[in-house]
């Protein structure tokens, strides 16, 4: 299987169980793996059009609000399954790299992996 990579995406997100995180908000960065077969053809419409994957993320970060992002992992996936037929598995990772701990943390991410049955 082939695989198309996103990696880095950065957005203002209010996700989180903190009052000041609904608020507020902070930044979230998302990777995405797309799994599929490549097409044996140099045709833009036998793949999957990234921008609209982007945007399809971008959407889900700034216009929607989770309490936990692994809720907000589990639906991006969810809705890249759904939406992207041509994707047989994808891989997201949600960072929130600015999470309200007591320490030095560089980041905290959780990771979901989805595919058709």
């Known amino acids: 299987m082939d695989k198309i990579v996103l990696q880095g995406l950065e957005f203002h997100g209010f996700h989180g169980v903190f009052p000041e995180e609904a ?5 979230f960065a998302i990777d995405a793996e797309l ?19 982007y945007a399809l993320i971008q959407a889900e970060v700034t216009q929607e609000r989770y ?33 309200p701990l007591p320490g030095v943390v ?10 058709r049955d």
């Open 67 to 99: 309490d936990l992002i692994e809720t907000l992992a589990q639906s991006i996936a969810k809705r890249i399954l759904k939406e992207h037929a041509k994707v047989a598995r994808v891989i997201i990772r949600v960072h929130k790299p600015h999470a």
């Open 23 to 27: 608020k507020l908000g902070a930044r």
């Open 35 to 53: 799994y599929l077969p490549f097409p044996r053809a140099d045709d833009h419409t036998a793949t999957v059009d990234y921008s609209k994957v």
């Open 106 to 115: 560089r980041d905290i991410y959780v990771e979901v992996e989805r595919q």
